[in-house]
């Protein structure tokens, strides 16, 4: 694989994962800021609700406790209008009064000028509001450390004539019992005010003091200037508040109530839920770039392998590589592209063999002109050849050597007839049993009698290329090939061998009953280097060789398959002995 083809597949796995990668970020981000901003949301208003309510609740139970007192006070004032004379009905009524209404620690009864008739005298500076109609509960004052409210209540008679004044001094401790039982938040305080900004009461164990917070905390400023009720953060604290005057259609007590909350504490469920989301988003974030990194991986993998078998089409190597599988439509487009590469393959074949074709109808052309030009002069060869037996008499030492000439001889003018048989096309009538021996007849042979004859014509070649010929070929049955055919294949093979051992080595040639015992092989072993798996399939096809040029035509193979699937046999190679050298192994039929 080229540098430039990593760098694309790879360029297209990261495009990929960005991909898949912003498609679970942005929806990841985006939901999870939704999410904890809705949270915020709706924390921050279940706060403010929450603080709401709870000091209504105070709220009205500290307006009803006033409102009661001044109901019940105003009561009194106006059975006393009936009777102010009666002294001993006075004295009744203040003591009713006091067991009716707890909060009351003093009751004083004046006259319209102010001067005291009954009862407790009055601290000085409690405005009576005589010159108004009705009558009102006033701001708080502390007496001896403790908060007190006067309630002053106009007592008038049946006909509207003012008869004087009742004042009762309401102790606001039950202000704090109030509040203080209140179930709070954490860090949470409720303080109630008067209509002066001084603190009545708080929930906390702070000491009170007669001091205004008015002008010193806004949230106490917007309580006494709002009607209604309303929430405010300010300074780190949440605020809620309410005027106790809206509380009733009557005369109101202007006085408030506040509800405050460190902003920390009161939106600590609100930060837990953003750490929360935050840590479920990172997970969730985390594992869609985990799976989007392995369907990536699975996605890109076989576009990796198509843009693979792409190069490989593209370098002539259509057939390499196993099949592509992917899911959806790029399985379907692996389909095709293994099918175009097998059309493709099939073409290359195709055209190789027109090619061989064209090369082989040129062999017959050029073997048809060689035999031209030798036979005559192999002709004489071997006229002379025979004259010179005639003169030589049985056991003349030139005998042999003059028949194995004459044989050879013979035998080239055969070899030559079966070259123009193999490359003659057959005529309709005519069946196809070239061989290269140039016999068409069925014949038959012994391997062992024909072995002994090969070795005699390849001893010369072999002491040239300093090998030694090995033969263990025992006498046994006839086999269905003529005698010159396995003859040239056995001269091929061996002479193969000797030419692949450039340093010399054993060649053998053995044989023995192939399985089942219908028929013999034949093997031909050397210790050269050996044949490649990958060529091992092409060895045998025309003109194919691993030989230098100038060294080899490519035809001595191709020839003997040729000769032995005429014979109804198989030829094939494999690894030598021990993984050393080649073994081609030649199977023959039995002759029957």
């Known amino acids: 694989m080229t540098e430039r083809a990593r760098s694309r597949r790879s360029s297209l796995r990261w495009r990929i994962l960005l991909v898949l990668s912003l498609a679970a970020v942005v929806p990841t981000v985006v939901v999870g800021v939704l999410a904890i901003m809705r949270a915020r949301h709706d924390v921050e208003n279940e706060v403010k609700r929450g603080a709401l309510a709870h000091i209504r609740a105070l709220g009205s139970a500290l307006d009803g406790t006033l409102q009661d007192a001044r109901r019940t006070i105003e009561l009194a004032a106006s059975q006393w209008a009936d009777a102010p004379s009666d002294a001993r009905e006075t004295q009744l009524l203040l003591r009713r009064l006091r ?116 002008g010193r905390d806004p949230v106490v400023d917007r309580a006494l200037a709002s009607s209604v ?57 985390a594992l869609a770039l985990a799976f989007g990194a392995f369907f990536a991986t699975k996605l890109t993998r076989p576009l990796e392998k198509l843009a693979e078998r792409a190069d490989a089409i593209a370098a002539g190597h259509a057939t390499e590589g196993q099949p592509i599988t992917g899911p959806g439509e790029i399985g379907v487009l692996a389909h095709s592209v293994d099918e175009m590469a097998k059309r493709i393959a099939e073409r290359a074949e195709l055209a190789s063999a027109l090619a061989r074709g064209d090369r082989l109808a040129s062999v017959g052309v050029m073997s048809a002109q060689v035999a031209h030009e030798i036979n005559n002069p192999l002709t004489t060869v071997l006229g002379y050849a025979k004259l010179l037996l005639e003169d030589k008499p049985e056991g003349h030492p030139d005998r042999t050597a003059l028949e194995l000439i ?147 035509t490519g035809l001595g193979l191709a020839v003997c398959r040729h000769l032995v699937a005429t014979a109804g046999g198989s030829i094939e190679v494999v690894d030598g002995p021990n993984g050393r050298g080649a073994e081609f192994r030649v199977t023959i039929p039995n002759a029957s």
């Open 99 to 214: 067991r009716e209404v707890p909060i009351v620690k003093t009751v004083s009864i004046l006259d319209p000028d102010g001067k005291l008739l009954f009862g407790d005298p009055v601290p000085p500076g409690v405005d009576i509001g005589s010159h108004s109609f009705g009558g009102y509960i006033g701001d708080a004052v502390f007496v001896g450390g403790s908060p007190t409210v006067h309630a002053v209540v106009q007592a008038r008679g049946r006909t509207g004539e003012l008869m004087g004044v009742v004042v009762a001094a309401l102790a606001l401790g039950f202000v704090r019992d109030v509040i203080a039982a209140a179930r709070l938040g954490p860090g949470a305080r409720v303080i109630v005010v008067d209509g002066a900004g001084v603190p009545v009461a708080t929930s906390d164990a702070s000491p009170l003091s007669a001091q205004s917070l008015a």
């Open 229 to 285: 009720e309303g929430t405010l953060s300010a300074s780190g604290m949440v605020s809620a508040y309410r005027n106790l005057s809206s509380y009733q259609s009557l005369r109101g007590v202007r006085w408030a109530i506040i509800h405050q909350q460190p902003e920390d504490q009161a939106y600590a469920l609100a930060r837990q839920t953003t750490r929360d989301t935050t840590i479920i988003g990172l997970v969730a974030l």
């Open 406 to 552: 004459a044989d050879e001889a013979e035998r080239m003018k055969k070899i030559i007839g079966g070259l123009l048989e193999y490359a003659r096309a057959p005529r309709p009538s005519e069946p196809v049993t070239a061989a290269v021996t140039g016999s068409i007849e069925t014949g038959t042979s012994e391997p062992s009698a024909v072995v002994r004859h090969v070795a005699a014509l390849v001893a010369p070649q072999l002491r040239k290329a300093r090998a030694k010929l090995v033969t263990d070929v025992p006498p046994s049955a006839p086999i269905t090939i003529e005698a010159h055919a396995l003859q040239q294949v056995l001269v091929n093979l061996v002479q193969n061998a000797a030419q692949a051992m450039t340093d010399g080595g054993t060649i053998t040639v053995s044989s023995k009953k192939a399985a089942g015992g219908i028929a013999t092989q034949i093997s031909v072993t050397d210790d050269g280097p050996g044949i490649p798996a990958a060529d091992r399939a092409r060895v045998f096809d025309p003109f194919y060789t691993t030989k230098a040029p100038g060294t080899g």
